[in-house]
């Protein structure tokens, strides 16, 4: 299995505020990273997938970066609705493993 | 559209069974199409424990190998998740989840069902 560390586990930030969370795997795997939000009793929802590549509907402040084994999730300028909880996602092999998770609060 | 809908869960003591369905709508799940269950236990991160291919090859978790099995019903577009064997640490939220693309790419979820395992 590929090892799969996110941090930071939870934040304090402001709306307006640029927040980055950051991923690292054992091992590299190219682009075959994704990102995913989950709001409080909903789904997670899919914002980033092939390291920066914006899904459909996925406001632009959301971007992502990285190779290999570290990888980005950047949002620009926060917003109320982007309180929430985020985890990244190696899709390189089985078992496409998911992060620990950040939790994004308001300060 | 893609609209995916779970249903089937409950509470079931520890060594018992239990069937998840995932009603799906907006797509047809005999064509090119992966289907995957992918499990939260309360307060935790997300799993992928269970996917089925368009060519009817699956793949299991560790943590279920054996005691899970995944199907899928062409004739009436729904996906199943068999659960025998079951522990207390299979309590969790069970969501469906299409694959949209690449391999490992969950695309679209359904809403999850809560499955208990407690005495």
Known sequence: ?107 | EVHLVESGGGLVQPGGSLRLSCAASGLTLSYNNYMSWVRQAPGKGLECVSVIQTGGTTYYADSVKGRFTISRDTSNNTLYLQMNSLRVEDTAVYYCAKWSGAPGLFGSWGQGTLVTVSS
């Open chain 1, 1 to 107: 299995d590929i090892q799969t560390t996110q941090s930071p586990r939870s934040l304090s930030a402001s709306v307006g505020d640029t927040v980055t969370i950051t991923c690292r795997t054992g091992r590299g795997i190219g682009e075959s990273f994704n990102w995913y939000q989950q709001k409080s009793g909903k789904a997670p929802k899919l914002l980033i997938y092939a390291a920066f590549r914006l899904q459909s509907g996925v406001p632009s402040r959301f971007s992502g970066s990285g190779s290999g084994t570290d990888f980005t999730l950047t949002i620009s300028g926060l917003q109320p609705e982007d309180f929430a909880t985020y985890y990244c996602q190696e899709s390189y092999t089985p078992p496409w493993t998911f992060g620990q998770g950040t939790k994004v609060e308001v300060k």
